[in-house]
Structure formats: structure tokens, C-alpha cells
């Protein structure tokens, strides 16, 4: 499935191991980068989401997500991510997703854009829980340090259908990345996941988008 995600803003908070482990799948653990666990909430536009290469599904293919994430590593060393929730604006894939193992949630969905600042709009359909965050990037300097690279370069996911640990597979060149400053930050979804932080994120980035592409999932072994 190839797919572009588009003007993505990247929130990260540190928190401990032992809070995020109930939430990876059987034989998965949590990943740590700078010496601790992160959770992410991060908000993007999906463009032209398809079967294949060049097949981008018409109106169903572009909506708005936002997700909130915890980072892994499988038995074999594999890092990845896992979704807690992912919220998005069209309810045919949030269907199609929850029936592949994918945590997705019905939601109004709005991306915003004023002038040099991005962000992002939730409010939930079922549970009221909602979120709007908007950023104003640096676009003038690089986010190259390792937190910020090993944060943002995650080529899969590992999700749990079944019974059984998948790990899907995610390939895209690197993120064109940029530091940001928190203009905005009103969330609950954290919250709502159960996750709770303190304070204003540890990172703040922002990427114009890249293309990507997922390949099949594999079966993960335990240990």
C-alpha cells in the first residue's frame, strides 16, 4: 500500500517503561531512545492512499489522522511502532482498519494551516475526547540529532490480529525534518488512552511529508 502523509507534526513525550508495557502486543517490549520510553501524538494528512504503486484510492485514499504511538522492539531486535489509537475522518477505512487489527477511531478530523503555523483538530464522534495542537516550524534548520532521527525513522509497525504479533513492514526515504515550537496544545487523547504525561512535549518536529510504502506483515515469533 503506497501512501504520502503530508505536513506531519510531531509531539513526544518521555515516559517510563513500565507505564507503556500493558499496551505492547505478546512478545514485544517497549523501545527506549535517550535512556527512556516515548509517546508520541502526531498529526498528519494521508494523500492518495492505494493498493499498489500509482493506484491511490479516489476520495477514500486522503484524510486527515492523527495517532498516538508507543515505540518497540520485537524478539528479534526489530523496532517499530505500536498505535494506541489512531483518529481519522472517513469512516469506511476506520472500519476496514479495526477489522485488520489497527486501533482506528471515527472522528471530525481538521488540519489546520495559518500562514507559517500547522496543527491539527480532533473531536471525537463516540467519548468526547479531542485534541488541537499547531506548531510553527523552523524551516530554516534540521532536525539531524539522534533523538529526533530515531523518533521519526520507524520503518514498521507491530500490531496484534487474531492472537497472533504481526509486524508490518513500512519503507520511505528520510523525513525532510524540521524543530518546531508548541504555539497551541490543547489534548485529551493522551489522556483518553490512559497514557499521562507532564508538562509540554520533550520534542517538537515538523516534515512537509514524505512517500511511503507498507509490504506485507509477517507473524512475529516469541521468544
Known sequence: MDQRWADAVFLHWRIDSAAVARYMPAGVVPDEVDGSSWVGLIGFRMVGAGLGQGLPVPYFGSFTEINVRLYSRGPDGTRGVVFVTLDASRLAVVLAARAGGIPYVWSKCSPIHNQRKYGYDVVRFRGQATSRFVVEPDTARTADDTVSLELTARF????????????????????????????????????????????????????????????????VAAD
Open 156 to 219: 514498521g509497525l507491530h500490531s496484534t490480529l487474531a492472537g497472533r504479533t504481526l509486524y508490518i513492514p513500512n519503507t520511505h526515504t528520510p523525513w525532510p525534518l524540521h524543530p518546531a515550537t508548541i504555539t497551541g496544545l490543547d489534548d485529551g487523547l493522551l489522556a483518553a488512552a490512559g497514557l499521562i504525561v507532564d508538562g509540554p512535549p520533550h520534542s517538537v518536529l515538523f516534515s512537509p511529508g514524505v512517500q511511503t510504502q507498507f509490504g506485507r506483515p509477517h507473524v
